[in-house]
């Protein structure tokens, strides 16, 4: 074979195989640098020329003697950009296949991370809707995991200042006791309330102390209201009561009816004037506090017990038994008799049930303004809801008889008595005795020996 031949046989086999190279170079071409993308570029002109037929058999025949150190040069040099971009090109891909490796694996990794986090949340919910939800936590949102981390911190802070109080005591200024209000009744910590108000009993009241929040305050005494036993609300309740005011507030009607309950119901005379003088004030009482006003001052000052109950009524304060019958005997001292029958009435439109003491009243009021057969019948409803009437409605009960003239049934009243062994008022026999005389009966014995 001549050398033409195999020159042109080696230049078609290179240019083959250059052109697989530069095809496989071509797809890194322009994600290479601008050094690789010109040699990229030669590489591919050499291999077009040589690709290329002759132009005339003449210029073929006079450039036979040269042809075959152009082929062979253009062979070495299509060799080693040939195996230059291959190597590039293997390089590039390595790169390629290792990032797009990575990113695969990242891939695959965030998504096992997404579907642990997935599940943990489903988790979570399933559980939020099986167990009572948490204050403070809004479906386990970040606001209520942010609110979790604050109470937490607020639970740390306030330990802290509840321990430093009890080791160092609690200083007399306005911070460090406007602390150990807030955290002793928001950790419920008896001891350091009681300390404290033991403290502001003994040092008195904090300057500025109407300045402190007056949430806290209201919440810290009522805190020491149900801390302290009877004996101690008994002793310090009205001290208590002057603290709380000086704190810029009123008494809470908790802790009012806590100094009432701790005396039973029946307290004295210096705190029913304390409660008289927190009314003048305009403080808001409880209803125990006026209902003790009233029956403190039903017999002394029934004008201002009457002036109280209006105001309790205007206020929309319901009256309770208790209340209604000193409201009652306050009319009956008063000589307002329309004005008792009108509230005896009320209590039953307010289903409250009248007492034997109710029932009294009203006979006396009946007996008094000449309304004598609903005196008796009021004793008679008196007796059948099993009420003992005293010696002074049995007093009244006869006279409302004799007025009526029925003297017999007066007499029978007699008898019961006796039968009860309720012992009746002097004037109670001279009366009926008159009676039995008047209708020619030596004395009502004798009448009472006729009609048994």
């Not at 530069?22 to 322009?30: G, L, P, R, Y």
């Not at 200024?173 to 108000?197: C, I, N, Q, Y």
Request: with cysteine; charged share 20%; hydrophobic share 40%.
């Amino acid at each position: 074979m001549e050398r033409s031949h195999i020159s042109q046989f080696l230049v078609c086999q290179m240019s083959s195989i250059s052109a697989k190279s530069v095809q496989q170079a071509s797809q890194a071409f322009f994600r290479g640098r601008t050094a690789q993308r010109l040699v990229m570029t030669v590489a591919a002109l050499g291999a077009v020329l040589c690709a290329l037929p002759p132009v005339s058999p003449a210029t073929s025949s006079r450039l036979c003697g040269s042809s075959f150190q152009i082929d062979f040069g253009v062979l070495v040099s299509l060799c080693v950009l040939g195996y230059f971009v291959d190597s590039r090109s293997s390089k590039s891909t390595g790169e390629l296949i290792a990032k797009s490796s990575l990113a695969t694996a990242e891939s695959v990794i965030g998504k096992a991370v997404l579907d642990r986090r997935r599940d943990a949340c489903c988790a979570a919910s399933v559980e939020e809707r099986a167990s009572p939800q948490k204050p403070g936590v809004i479906n386990g949102s970040a606001r209520g995991l942010r609110d979790q981390r604050g109470q937490r911190r607020r639970r740390r802070f306030d330990v802290h200042i509840i321990e430093c109080a009890q080791r160092e005591g609690v200083t007399h200024t306005l911070p460090r006791v406007s602390e150990v209000m807030r955290a002793s009744s928001r950790l419920g910590h008896r001891d350091a309330a009681l300390k404290l108000f033991g403290h502001m009993l003994k040092k008195g009241v904090v300057p500025g102390a109407h300045l402190i929040d007056k949430a806290v305050s209201n919440k810290f005494f009522q805190f020491v209201a149900e801390t302290l036993d009877d004996k101690r609300m008994k002793r310090d309740g009205l001290s208590l009561l002057d603290l709380v005011r000086c704190h810029g507030i009123d008494p809470s009607p908790s802790t009012q009816n806590r100094l009432l309950s701790a005396w039973k119901g029946e307290p004295p005379v210096s705190v029913v004037e304390y409660f008289v003088k927190m009314k003048g004030d305009r403080v808001t009482l409880s209803n125990w506090a006026y209902r003790s006003i009233i029956v403190a001052y039903e017999h002394s000052d029934p004008g201002f017990v009457m002036k109280v109950g209006t105001e309790m009524e205007r206020s929309g304060i319901q009256l309770q038994r208790t209340a209604y019958n000193a409201v009652l005997g306050a009319c009956l001292q008063l000589g307002m008799h329309n004005e008792a029958q009108e509230l005896f009435g009320k209590m039953a439109d307010h289903a409250v049930a009248p007492n034997a003491r109710s029932y009294g009243i009203m006979i006396r009021v009946y007996s008094y303004c000449g309304q004598f057969e609903k005196a008796i019948a009021i004793f008679d409803a008196m007796r059948e809801q099993s009420f003992e009437p005293n010696r002074f409605a049995y007093h009244h009960t006869i006279h409302a008889c004799i007025m009526s003239e029925r003297v017999q049934y007066a007499v029978q009243l007699y008898n019961d008595s006796v039968q009860t062994q309720m012992p009746l008022c002097a004037r109670t026999y001279v009366m009926l005795s008159r009676a039995c005389r008047d209708i020619g009966f030596k004395d009502f014995y004798q009448a009472s020996s006729k009609w048994s």
